[in-house]
């Protein structure tokens, strides 16, 4: 039997194990939920000032912002319980763990944050538009954005540390990290903090345009603009999450090392399918067929797949399940570049 895609040659020397961000340890997941702890506290100290400014001044651009960091601190606690439940051990019910609650609660922020955050923005600026009713004092506006974009940057900076620094472990580009890897919670709080910035300069513009000009239009249409930014936002963040509780696989590059591992065990002939799921934010899942050689006896087999997977468990500390099925197959016929590319 052969699987999808690509099927060659591959050895062990072959694959660059780089570009896989796949796996943690508990110092990564403390860091996470620093970040998530960091970005909640912030949001709900921003959401009240803001809400202060906007009913003060009467600006739509200002509610609608202390909206979206009202909506933000909520993802924040559903970020926080997602990397609890999580966590919580495999039992008879769940014999592959809790992992996947990750991407569930994960989700759910995404929506808040669509339907919170950007409804109400959106909502709250046509009406603004519509209703053309003048603005109060626009001064404790702009100092609450100030101090918002301060405190805001701080939680960003944090996010964007943390991002930088997995991005260099593993030698690939932020974007691309952003784009692989399964930690839910990092990947939510750097978009959305990112968001805010852009959000507050789009506040402030607004503030200063309707100011400038006496027309209430500019502070609605900043508040329009907010709503379709948040919009954006959980777009990207519910397309993650539902490909990840679908059951994505791993990247390419850890696929094809996979691959290589396995073909590497002296007795292995070919692997003519290799499947790959993760199955928690660092939690992965592999099962193969394996066309191991007809002279071997079956104690040499079960030696065999041991070492294979202790192999793979030492190369990717994130594998946590192996399953392997001896099948027939072709010599060097191997199932590579399958996995996220």
């Not at 990564?28 to 709900?44: C, D, I, P, R």
């Not at 500019?218 to 919009?231: N, Q, R, Y």
């Not at 963040?237 to 390419?252: F, Q, W």
Request: charged share 20%; glycine share 10%; no cysteine.
């Amino acid at each position: 039997m052969t699987g999808a895609g690509n099927h060659g040659r591959v050895t062990a020397n072959d694959v660059t194990p780089v570009g896989l961000p796949v796996n943690e340890d508990k110092g990564e997941k403390s860091e996470s939920v620093g970040t998530v702890v960091l970005a909640g506290s912030a949001n709900l100290a921003i959401a009240l000032a803001k809400l202060a400014a906007g009913l003060f001044a009467g600006s739509a651009a200002m509610l609608s912002e202390a909206a979206h960091s009202m909506a933000d601190t909520i993802t924040e606690v559903f970020l926080y319980v997602a990397l609890v439940r999580g966590r919580q051990p495999a039992d008879e019910e769940h014999p592959f763990g809790h992992g996947k609650e990750s991407f569930v609660w994960a989700f759910i922020a995404a929506l808040f944050t669509f339907i919170g955050g950007a409804g109400f923005s959106i909502y709250h600026g046509i009406t603004s538009i519509v209703a053309d009713e003048p603005s109060g004092d626009f001064l404790w506006s702009y100092v609450v954005l100030v101090v918002s974009f301060l405190a805001e940057g701080t939680s960003f900076l944090r996010a964007q540390r943390q991002v930088a620094g997995e991005s260099r472990r593993w030698g690939i580009t932020r974007s691309r990290f952003l784009r692989l890897t399964p930690d839910t919670t990092v990947k939510a709080v750097y978009f959305e903090d990112s968001a805010a910035l852009v959000g507050l300069v789009l506040a402030g513009l607004g503030l200063a345009l309707t100011q400038i000009t006496g027309r209430e239009i500019w502070d609605g249409l900043s508040s329009v603009a907010i709503g379709v930014l948040l919009l954006l936002v959980a777009a990207i963040l519910a397309r993650s999450n539902v490909s990840l509780l679908i059951g994505r696989s791993v990247p390419r590059a850890v696929h094809n090392q996979i691959s290589a591992d396995l073909v590497a065990i002296p007795i292995v002939v070919a692997v003519p399918t290799l499947l790959t799921m993760q199955v928690g934010p660092d939690e992965i899942l592999v099962a193969a067929k394996v066309d191991f050689d007809d002279d071997v006896t079956g104690g040499e087999i079960e030696a065999a797949s041991d070492e294979a997977e202790r192999r793979l468990r030492e190369r990717f500390p994130a594998i946590r399940y192996v399953f392997l099925d001896p099948t027939r197959g072709t010599a060097g016929r191997n199932h590579v570049d399958g996995g996220v590319d």
